[in-house]
């Protein structure tokens, strides 16, 4: 069967719910993936036909039920490096690429010393695998409470080639922090965590809330800080004197971050916009 009529047969069923142009893009993703074919091979070669098509009508029946184009690949694309993904994980986003790097400007150039840094919820192991990329003085650790994740984490440290301490934990447990951590100092602590309240799932597109973990993604109205309350408890114990702890946040309570950090002493705290205006990180420091 020829490519251009799988493409037509795409456009034919899934327009009316994504647009033209974000259905091309995910059947060249596909067509990349299984056959090797790119666009501009196909647009070289209109009659180009390949003989197992199911994976695309597959494909294509998994994007009629809104099922994201990175789980159907099981891949996606952080900050330069590629990352395995499934419904375990929450997808990277580039928000998230944006704090990480925050994170590596932030660190000095010329300094040679060992930098500890933790990352909590680690998830696919997007963040803790990209610092560990790109600061060649960090040891990483990676904290999540989810097998199914940090089993994806792995598979990805190791497709990255970078070596990571990973901790299976949940950093809503304060009891147990002194045996996860072995009393361990970090410079940097950073998390994206959970952070979309209940009230706001109107607000989000079916493929995410009908298919990303909200293990991952939502926390009660009554208490939408709850991770930032605890992981700043733990910063406040555990970062080093003059340390940093990053967070991304819920664009909605940028001025509430602002006023948990300062109760908890932090220093030099900036909330910093991202690539849409939203308040969307934010960075102390230890007193």
Same mark, same amino acid.
């Given at each position: 069967?020829?490519?251009?009529?799988?493409?037509?047969?795409?456009?034919?069923?899934?327009?009316?719910?994504?647009? $033209?142009?974000?259905?091309?893009?995910?059947?060249?993703?596909?067509?990349?993936?299984?056959?090797?074919?790119?666009?501009?091979?196909?647009?070289?070669?209109?009659?180009?036909?390949?003989?197992?098509?199911?994976?695309?009508?597959?494909?294509?029946?998994?994007? $009629?039920?809104?099922?994201?184009?990175?789980?159907?690949?099981?891949?996606?694309?952080?900050?330069?490096?590629?990352?395995?993904?499934?419904?375990?994980?929450?997808?990277?986003?580039?928000?998230?690429?944006?704090?990480?790097?925050?994170?590596?400007?932030?660190?000095?150039?010329?300094?040679?010393?060992?930098?500890?840094?933790?990352?909590?919820?680690?998830? %696919?192991?997007?963040?803790?695998? %990209?610092?560990?990329?790109?600061?060649?003085?960090?040891?990483?650790?990676?904290?999540?409470?989810?097998?199914?994740?940090?089993?994806?984490?792995?598979?990805?440290?190791?497709?990255?080639?970078?070596?990571?301490?990973?901790?299976?934990?949940?950093?809503?447990?304060?009891?147990?922090?002194?045996?996860?951590?072995?009393?361990?100092?970090?410079?940097?602590?950073?998390?994206?965590?959970?952070?979309?309240?209940?009230?706001?799932?109107?607000?989000?597109?079916?493929?995410?809330?009908?298919?990303?973990?909200?293990?991952?993604?939502?926390?009660?109205?009554?208490?939408?800080?709850?991770?930032?309350?605890?992981?700043?408890?733990?910063?406040?114990?555990?970062?080093?004197?003059?340390?940093?702890?990053?967070?991304?946040?819920?664009?909605?309570?940028?001025?509430?971050?602002?006023?948990?950090?300062?109760?908890?002493?932090?220093?030099?705290?900036?909330?910093?916009?991202?690539?849409?205006? $939203?308040?969307?990180?934010?960075?102390?420091?230890?007193?």
């Amino acid at each position: 069967m020829k490519l251009k009529e799988i493409q037509q047969q795409f456009h034919l069923e899934l327009d009316a719910i994504y647009g $033209k142009e974000e259905v091309d893009s995910f059947f060249f993703l596909l067509i990349e993936s299984f056959y090797n074919v790119s666009r501009i091979k196909l647009a070289m070669d209109t009659d180009f036909a390949v003989e197992n098509y199911s994976s695309m009508f597959d494909a294509l029946e998994q994007l $009629k039920d809104e099922q994201p184009i990175q789980y159907i690949l099981g891949e996606t694309e952080f900050y330069g490096l590629s990352f395995k993904v499934n419904p375990y994980t929450l997808i990277p986003r580039p928000e998230t690429e944006e704090l990480v790097e925050w994170i590596v400007n932030h660190q000095p150039k010329t300094n040679s010393a060992e930098l500890n840094i933790l990352d909590i919820g680690t998830g %696919s192991g997007c963040i803790a695998i %990209s610092l560990a990329k790109h600061i060649p003085n960090a040891k990483v650790y990676a904290l999540d409470v989810s097998e199914g994740a940090l089993k994806m984490a792995k598979q990805n440290a190791e497709l990255n080639d970078v070596s990571i301490e990973f901790i299976e934990a949940n950093i809503l447990k304060p009891e147990t922090w002194s045996d996860t951590f072995k009393n361990l100092k970090f410079s940097v602590i950073v998390s994206n965590p959970p952070y979309v309240r209940e009230q706001e799932k109107q607000l989000m597109k079916p493929n995410v809330l009908n298919n990303e973990p909200h293990l991952a993604l939502f926390v009660k109205d009554e208490n939408p800080l709850l991770f930032y309350k605890a992981i700043a408890q733990y910063a406040v114990i555990n970062l080093e004197r003059g340390g940093a702890l990053f967070f991304e946040i819920n664009e909605f309570l940028g001025r509430e971050m602002i006023h948990l950090l300062t109760a908890n002493n932090f220093v030099n705290i900036q909330l910093k916009q991202d690539i849409f205006k $939203k308040d969307r990180m934010i960075k102390g420091e230890k007193h």
